[in-house]
């Protein structure tokens, strides 16, 4: 995707390095709380084989769904991401479904995914800067020391939510009802296409996980 796109790779690698610890956090916590085979033990804490798979699973799901929505709002406008959701979601109109508001809901989301990322590494390094430490000490001292990144980014995050509802206010938006788009979205050969690699793909993983049906 980020070949095809003609982004560097590094700016795909760099949405991961603010969120590593969390990253790290969910890995060593599934290694030490999954019930299983038990590779190591030191009184209470025990490492298990099946929770280093799990933990590596998690881990990998985190890393590929972070990348994949850097990947998502690098390359495609909040307005076309919008008009694509709603398009998709407009036949659930029929049985009450909002659509334009749940796009422009996951949409906002989606936008302020780097937002948050960037802003955890803000706050990461001005809490290193007065002498925070995230890397030594064992789980419990890490997950406390997490606390002075968590607290300031979701009082940020809530911060800049009301924000931005007051500027939608300020602009009278009011849902979805009666607007008008200025450019309308056509489906063409490349969209059939992708489509088409997406249903491949998850008839796949089906296979890979359930096999063929008796």
């Not at 009184?43 to 590596?56: Q, R, S």
């Amino acid at each position: 995707g980020a070949v095809l796109a003609k982004l560097p790779p590094g700016l795909l690698l760099r949405s991961i390095k603010p969120l590593w610890i969390i990253i790290l956090l969910t890995m060593v916590i599934h290694f030490v709380t999954d019930p299983g085979e038990i590779l190591w033990q030191w009184k209470f804490i025990h490492i298990t084989k099946e929770g280093i798979v799990l933990g590596v699973k998690m881990s990998l799901r985190l890393v590929l769904l972070l990348l994949v929505s850097s990947l998502m709002t690098f390359t495609t406008s909040p307005i076309v991401l919008t008009d694509g959701i709603e398009s998709l979601l407009r036949p659930f109109k029929k049985v009450g479904v909002p659509a334009h508001e749940l796009a422009m809901m996951m949409t906002i989301a989606l936008r302020f995914i780097p937002t948050l990322l960037e802003e955890t590494d803000r706050i990461m390094k001005a809490q290193m800067s007065r002498g925070a430490d995230f890397t030594s000490g064992n789980i419990m001292k890490r997950a406390r020391n997490m606390l002075p990144i968590l607290i300031p980014l979701f009082i940020s995050s809530f911060r800049r939510a009301d924000e931005l509802a007051l500027a939608m206010e300020a602009r009278c938006y009011r849902g979805g009802e009666g607007r008008t788009r200025m450019h309308e979205l056509a489906y063409g050969k490349n969209d059939a296409v992708a489509a088409l690699v997406l249903l491949a793909l998850f008839a796949v993983m089906a296979f890979l996980k359930w096999g063929l049906p008796a």
